[in-house]
């Protein structure tokens, strides 16, 4: 019997989307049918030419995502254009209406309800009345800190706390990471830039709701706060060039209390040239469980692969708007 094959379409020709795409062509289980984006520069070019490949692949980027979409009739959409829900809304709404199951890698699709509950229901309602199921994913918030926490408690007696440190060299990431983390920036206009939200990881509070959501607890507050890292020596990356005492990254934590308590704790530290990075995973409870990553996940390779391997799950699962707690365990498939 053979594997099936799912049908996608990249929404979004990103660094990120760009690689989702390369992932799909080059994977057995998955065929790219179609690559939709508004940039002037990519518009009318075969992903194979705009990938670097060989040669084509017979698949030209659209500007127009309905066209595409009502012409391919794909599986799933992979959706990588932003990180703001209230701002690609009418994207994901459209997609929808299209009658697409959509996996999207917007942060704040992760876990919806935290902050955009009434978004969250309009786009659970369509879903549903489309027949469609739509997922937001990613490594971080998607994956390592909080649904890896998730799994790793299901060899746990007992679970009173959540404690995850992540600490990620940004000098391997793409270009708009190394910008939104705050590289080469004053500490007056780091501080400026966070007060408006412009510099900062987005999805730390998406991911304590989805672990308290995935224990059964009800988070009665949650705080967040962002600081600078300062560059002790110049650092030179491909994209930016930071000389001491500039900002070279970000230092980032997230605290839920729950019954009066901080049972979730998030920190984030993405930073140039960081060393030693690593994931860390901490359990407290009856036999506290640690999990340590040395190195850490690589965000953008790890974020284009839960995406495409969520797919079979989401395509499989009941039509509405789902988290990956509501999801099967989702595995690689070549």
């Known amino acids: 019997m053979s594997e099936r094959v799912y049908r996608v379409v990249q929404y979004g020709m990103g660094p990120i989307g760009q690689e989702l795409a390369r992932l799909a062509l080059e994977r057995r289980s998955y065929e790219l049918v179609g690559a939709i984006d508004i940039d002037p520069a990519k518009v009318g070019r075969d992903v194979g030419e705009l990938l670097g490949l060989e040669g084509p692949v017979g698949v030209l980027v659209r500007a127009d995502a309905e066209a595409v979409l009502a012409e391919t009739r794909p599986d799933c959409v992979l959706h990588t254009t932003g990180s703001y829900l209230d701002r690609v809304f009418p994207q994901l709404e459209s997609i929808v209406r299209a009658g697409c199951n959509v996996v999207s890698t917007c942060e704040e699709l992760s876990f919806p309800a935290a902050g ?186 790890a974020t284009t692969a839960i995406a495409l391997n969520a797919v079979p799950r989401v395509v499989a699962h009941a039509p509405g708007l789902v988290t990956m707690v509501d999801l099967p365990i989702i595995t690689v498939r070549s």
């Open 116 to 301: 955009h509950p009434e978004l969250a229901a309009r786009l659970d309602g369509l879903a549903r009345e489309y027949g469609v199921t739509v997922l937001g994913t990613g490594v971080n918030p998607g994956y390592v800190m909080d649904t890896l926490p998730l799994f790793f408690s299901g060899v746990a007696q007992q679970v009173t706390a959540v404690r995850v440190e992540r600490i990620q060299n940004a000098s391997t990431r793409r270009k708009p990471l190394q910008e939104k983390i705050g590289s080469g920036k004053t500490v007056e206009e780091f501080q400026q830039l966070a007060a408006a939200g412009t510099v900062r990881h987005v999805g730390l509070r998406e991911s304590a709701y989805l672990i308290a959501a995935g224990l059964g607890w009800r988070i009665e507050r949650y705080e967040e706060r962002i600081e600078p890292v300062i560059a002790e020596r110049r650092i030179e990356t491909r994209y930016f060039t930071v000389e001491p005492g500039r900002v070279c990254g970000v230092d980032q934590l997230g605290r839920a209390f729950v019954e009066g308590e901080e049972r979730i704790t998030l920190h984030l530290r993405m930073y140039l040239d960081a060393d030693p990075a690593y994931d860390r995973v901490l359990l407290e409870g009856t036999t506290p469980l640690e999990l340590v990553i040395p190195g850490g996940l690589q965000g953008d390779r």
